[in-house]
Nanobody, 125 residues
Framework: QVLLVESGGGLVQAGGSLNLSCAASGRTFSSDTMGWFRQAPGKEREFVAAISWSGGRIYYADSVKGRFTISRDNAKNTVYLQMNSLKSEDTAVYYC??????????????????WGQGTQVTVSS
């Protein structure tokens, strides 16, 4: 089993940046696809970004493309989400997740096997 712990959330002004981290413990996650999802108040959880086990394939939701960057360091068992040019609509609880799935399924949260507890990101306008 893999335990995920997110960090790096907080309060930031619109236009600012945050860098989220997701540290894994337990078995290595180096063979798994890792993803970030978010859930805003009153809304369903949605896909944000995902990265393949090697880092060779990366996927973004249209709403964050060009502003967010996902990366991973398998040696450190950590995945990151660099968020730039933040907007008020980025306010949400951000969750890290991992699992093994087909490429076409990386945006589907049910395909992920393990999840972190989430970290709050609040963007003030």
């Amino acid at each position: 089993q893999v335990l995920l712990v997110e960090s790096g959330g907080g309060l930031v002004q619109a236009g600012g940046s945050l860098n989220l981290s997701c540290a894994a413990s337990g078995r290595t996650f180096s063979s798994d696809t890792m993803g970030w999802f978010r859930q805003a108040p009153g809304k369903e959880r949605e896909f944000v970004a995902a990265i393949s086990w090697s880092g060779g394939r990366i996927y973004y939701a249209d709403s964050v493309k060009g502003r967010f960057t996902i990366s991973r360091d398998n040696a450190k068992n950590t995945v990151y989400l660099q968020m730039n040019s933040l907007k008020s609509e980025d306010t949400a609880v951000y969750y890290c997740a991992g699992g093994r799935m087909a490429r076409v399924a990386v945006t589907t949260q049910n395909e992920y096997d393990y999840w972190g507890q989430g970290t709050q990101v609040t963007v003030s306008s």
